[in-house]
């Protein structure tokens, strides 16, 4: 099955033009958001989405960009949660050997998210390097409970040898399906997925989703998983302008990907993510002076 690939290239400041974020940041979020968190005593608003992030000490401040954009855009209440190999080994959780073509340290600790999930509604896995553009509901009103697992189902051979900070490029069926997917977490196929089976089990079995059949595996528009590079925009169809750039083979956080195409988009994200974090870290330490003043009681 092939991805829906547009044919023109990328119109940067057409699609700037196009992107209308739900919100101005995170100072503006809902007041029924906090952190990401949906206000628990309001009964009338909906679950909250689960959205694991792979983690990597290398790229820190992707991972903060990626959830920074994820949670200033998003019209609905999401939980964020980094999938750190650290932390995972510590519970016990993970404790596979790193492999040599292993590019990141999330390589296989991402097909753990129906576990982390407690095999319960729907939970989504998204790679670091993602910058989010839509609206995250946008991607939730696609879902269908008939399918075991959601994403876009690229048709994609990379010519590069490398890619981010030198790691080697691998070529195999199904590549990059499972760098954005919507688990259906409660799909009895799913409950395969135990630390066990992630820790012993090969690459081609969870990279080719091979636990499942080809109609449990539902296909997403290529807009929420846009490969830089692969994909492309047709001029004035807003239809392909990118809800998710995808940066996989490397970001403007890597010297040697500082002038990628649409790192523009990225840096500008990147500073308004960082006032965002100093605007915050002000409050809090202003907040802390308050409370240490000697009157207050």
Not at 12 to 17: F, L, S
């Amino acid at each position: 099955m092939s991805t829906l690939v547009a044919e023109t290239n990328f119109k940067n400041e057409e699609v700037k033009k196009s992107l209308s974020p739900t919100k101005a940041g995170l100072d503006s979020l809902p007041k029924s958001l906090v952190n990401g968190n949906a206000n628990k005593d309001n009964a009338d608003k909906p679950p909250k989405l689960k959205i694991f992030i792979g983690y990597d000490p290398r790229e820190d401040i992707a991972y903060e960009v990626c959830r920074y954009s994820l949670l200033k855009r998003s019209s609905i209440p999401v939980e964020i949660t980094p999938i750190k190999q650290s932390e995972l080994r510590g519970k016990g959780l993970y404790w596979r050997e790193r492999g040599k073509l292993e590019s990141t340290e999330f390589s296989f600790s991402r097909f753990l998210t129906p576990h982390l999930a407690d095999y319960e509604g729907w939970a989504m896995f998204v790679d670091c390097d993602f910058l989010y553009l839509g609206d995250i509901k946008e991607l939730t009103d696609l879902i269908d409970d008939k399918f075991a697992i959601m994403c876009v189902q690229h048709d994609y051979a990379p010519k590069e040898t490398t890619k981010m900070d030198g790691a080697v490029q691998t070529v195999y069926p199904r590549k990059n399906w499972s760098s954005m997917v919507l688990y259906n977490c409660s799909h009895p196929k799913n409950r395969i997925l135990t630390p066990e089976v992630v820790n012993t089990e090969s690459g081609a079995f969870l990279h080719r989703f091979q636990w499942l059949e080809d109609d449990e595996i539902g296909e997403i528009p290529f807009v929420w998983n846009f490969l830089v590079g692969h994909n492309r925009v047709v001029e004035g169809d807003s239809s392909t302008f990118p809800k998710a750039i995808h940066y996989t083979l490397g970001g403007p956080w890597f010297e040697a990907w500082k002038d990628c195409e649409f790192g523009d988009l990225w840096l500008k994200e990147l500073e308004e993510y960082k006032k965002a974090k100093e605007k915050k870290d002000r409050t809090l330490l202003a907040h802390h002076r308050f409370r240490g003043c000697s009157w207050i009681k």
